[in-house]
């Protein structure tokens, strides 16, 4: 089997924060990560790999060079091949633009039985990506999906939604969105790091990975981020007393909603 | 669309480098002169902050696409269903639509996708819509992304909306991200407020990105439909009008079986939601009083769309409700969009294992209890009155 | 947070990065539940394998990446401790299974048993102690008699970590008992051999996450070709052993105290009384000073004993034994006075300093006791200045 595994480098959003007065992203000490649920897909890979020998798990990601260090933490958790696709041709790519990049990136590797995406990235949130891949690979595409089983080229996939799950069939290939549940990733081994080390990944650019110029970054992107601007801010410490239950509870809700927090 | 500079008329002032949002800018190291890298979006915000005029937006010729544009009309909303039932965002985003349709002055339609469920459609003209285009088929009997985008695209093919907006949910966020490349538009995802800019008929889509730490707004100037996923209960639906109606327009499609079967589905949650991880989560203490009263508890979470039930030490200890439900010290650590604490004082060891809530509500009829020092907002009364109160206004 | 330059190796600090982000990970969040039940971390051993990280003590050539830098296996057996020290001697007690097979085995006993542990699938245990047969090691009684090709090992050892868990164990027994120490030897023993079962489980004060066991031997037929080096050599064997397994025991001392170290500094600067973080009252502050610079100390000792094992520094014994005692009594102090920075907080089950100062305890207590420790360290000097003034 051939599993081909998207990651995406993050910065760590639990820290990302706008700058009240200048309006931009402070993006100074924001460490970047592997996507926490591409980690989820990469274990999902590596246990299939474990699972069914002759396995070879390639790791696909699309950004500035930096990102290479995402390409070998994988390497170092056990993914066999890396492919670093990296040109200022795909810059201010939205859905759209990267998921058509990444298709013809994996349309250059050996045909894969299954592509595998974290459920979304924690940055631009979307989860329109592993969809989109699928569209162009020309793939069905599970999304939510939080265990899997393969036999005789079919897979069986559990997939979550809001108040319960589906037990799903699909024949391979296939493209899944992977769900925090599905397992825990493993961390990278000792011999794994020191191969990642040495390893020296040369970029696929747009011109290798043969897509179409047009079809490539933010001029070929219908959509555009025209503004960004901090959320509301907290209240910061009220407190209501001495009103009707009824009173503060319908203020409270409509804060909340006001706040788009329900 | 892209950024041009013009380094004969740049000065090097770097104005326009604290502005970008997104970093983009910086000046080069030989002359201070300002260079863009790949982070830029093209947002225009540097353009308007250039002293010397040095920046514009290189604009690509539009003509032939804003041609195109102009033959797409009307406002659609996709109507989610799950096994004959109409999801709750769909009504709330036909009350939004009403209103975004009404500004465009063009009709509001509901897209309804399914087998047997023709009599949906009457629901959907007494909240709102104008029109219901229906595919009733075998294939779509069942939610499978595949054919439900396959029909969705054959639709907005012939029918061309200017936009199109479906609910943020497993089935909205998974099927309508292959129809926007199928249709060769943007999507824009999740968003929390939506309005319309009447003169350039844009669909203003404003959304949380970076786990919530920063809003952008986003418009897709050129393609159409302008397409966008829609985050359950931000909108409200309107009230309903009985008997109002419209026209039912059914489609004939021959669509190809499902290429991913449905072997199970298993309602309802195999286990109760894990504080640990939840985005929302209501907690009782000892001022809950009794086991049953966490039912009160209960009902809020559910208000709330599935909150974790999370517990003090007091009440795990005095047998209320298991261990596997307690926050703090001994207990879990948590950090959900929402917490709101019921009953509890807030001593150190509870709040050491939530505090770095994102906002936390506090409920507590003592107004001197230290959980009132973390709490954003605090409700001092009793939460046998307030906590009901909260679930009626909530389900309102 | 400022350290000092130890002169580390890049694959030494790498180790510690990797262990260190690993115990956070997945030792923490499970320790009290160890604790409590007396669970065996073997998912845990199980996933150190998986990482490379059983075999930092073991030669390249038998599977390991031991190329001359002990510090790395130290480095990971200091990481594990801060969080779990019953964690931490379920990892280091298969070096110390490994070590007699590392010093006096054959090339093709290396070959056959090395490469195994190294990997993690397999785990290895040390057994010398007995029943009447502590601090006097000496006085062990478990008998090996030479039958043909085999050896029949009859008697009990008492207490060995691993036990039951392990695959592998070295098993000291007497050949010759008119001897003495002399008339012992060393043999590696196979989990499954007829002849070989496992007694009860210790319930224990401390590290309950390790498993303490009997090994029983009745009429066990061990190959004589598993005999480690020749008859009689065993009892060199194991003090070899120790003299490079004791400075392993300073690192979960120097562990054990910086985990209750940084909890009590933690607690200290939260914990508000008359208005104010204790902290901030200069009785606690040199309390917590005093803790640090224990802490420091242990921990720069034992580095120096180990990087002069490895630099080939003769006559060791002394430094191993110096370490040991002092990182373990360090342990025992910073453990005790954690408990007293956190009040009667410290002394809940539910704070992890309660569980740390019962887990200091053992490291006192064994491979050799401190006052054996103290005892050679005695001897050294008395040996040591008696030739100096012969000169
Ligand atoms: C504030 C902001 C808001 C945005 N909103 C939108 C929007 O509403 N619509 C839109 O079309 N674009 C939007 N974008 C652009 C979008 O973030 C980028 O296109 C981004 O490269 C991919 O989207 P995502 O981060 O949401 O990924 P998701 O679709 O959430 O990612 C899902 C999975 O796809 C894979 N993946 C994603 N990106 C990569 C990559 N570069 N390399 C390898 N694998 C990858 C990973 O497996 C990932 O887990 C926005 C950007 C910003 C800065
Ligand atoms: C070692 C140790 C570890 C601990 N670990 C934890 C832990 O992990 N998690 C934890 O939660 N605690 C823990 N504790 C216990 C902690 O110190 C507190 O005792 C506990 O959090 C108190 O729970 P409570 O707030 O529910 O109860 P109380 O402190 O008794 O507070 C009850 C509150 O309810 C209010 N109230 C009563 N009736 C009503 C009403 N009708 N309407 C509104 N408000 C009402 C009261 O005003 C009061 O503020 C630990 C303690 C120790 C010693
Ligand atoms: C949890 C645990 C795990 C263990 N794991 C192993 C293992 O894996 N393999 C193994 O072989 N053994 C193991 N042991 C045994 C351990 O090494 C012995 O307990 C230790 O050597 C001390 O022996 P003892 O307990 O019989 O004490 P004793 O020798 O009976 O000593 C009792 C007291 O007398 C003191 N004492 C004895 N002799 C002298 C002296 N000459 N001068 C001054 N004071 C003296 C001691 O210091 C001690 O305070 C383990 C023990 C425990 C508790």
Redesign the pocket.
Known sequence: MHIVVCVKQVPNTTQVRINPETNTLIRDGVESIMNPFDENALEMALQLKEKHPGTKVTVVTMGPPQAVDILKEAVGRGADAVVLLSDRAFAGSDTWATSYALSTAIGKLEKPDLVLFGKQAIDGDTAQVGPGVAVWLGMPCITYARAIEIADGEATVERLYEDGYEKLAVSLPCALTVLKEANVPRMASLRGKMAAKKLVIEPMTAEMSGADPAKLGLNASPTRVVKIFSPPPKAGGVKWQGEEPEVMAQRLVDLLRERKLV | MALKIDLDLCTGCGACVATCPFGALSQRAEDGKVDVNEACTACGACVDVCPVGALTLEVADRSAMAAEAEQYRGLWVYAEQRAGQLQDVTLELLGQGRTLADKLGVELSAVLLGHQVRGLGDKLFEYGADKVYLVDHPALENYTAEPYAEAMSALVRKYKPEALLAGATSIGRGFIARVAIQVNAGLTADCTELDVDVEKRLLLQTRPAFGGNIMACIVCPDHRPQMATVRPKVFAPLAPVPGRTGELIEEALNLKDPVVRVLETVNAMQNEVNVAGAEFIVTGGRGVGAPENFKLLEDLADALGGAAIGASRAAVDAGWISSFHQVGQTGKTVRPKIYIACGVSGQIQHLVGMSSSDTIIAINKDPDAPIFGVADIGIVGDLFQVVPALTKALRR | MAELNYGLSELALEIRSMVREFAEARVKPVRAELDEKGIFPTEILRELGKMDLMGLYIPVEYGGTFEGDSMPNLIAVEELSRVCIGVS?SFA?NG??ADPILIGASDEQKKKYLPPLASGEKWA?????EPN?????GAIRTTAVKKGDKYILNGT???????GEADIYTV?AVTDKNRGARGVSAFIVEKGTPGFRFGKK?D?MG?RA?A?RELIFEDCEVPAENLIGREGTGFIWAMKTFDVSRPGIAAQGVGLAQGALDEAVAYAKVREQFGRPIIANQGLSWLLADMATKVESARALTYAVVQSIDRGVKDYSKFSAMCKVYASDVAMQVTTDAVQVLGGYGFMREYPVEKMMRDAK?LQ????????QR?IIGLALNKEYAAAAKK
Do not use: C
Not at chain 3, 125 to 129: G, H, I, S
Not at chain 3, 133 to 137: E, F, I, K, V
Not at chain 3, 365 to 372: C, D, K
């Open positions: 001697v007690a110390l299974g245990a040390y057994a010398l102690t047969a502590g601090s006097d090691a050892k008492q207490w060995i970590t691993n036990g000291f210790e224990k590290i390790s303490t053992i207590i064994y491979e050799g006791t401190n006052q054996i005892d």
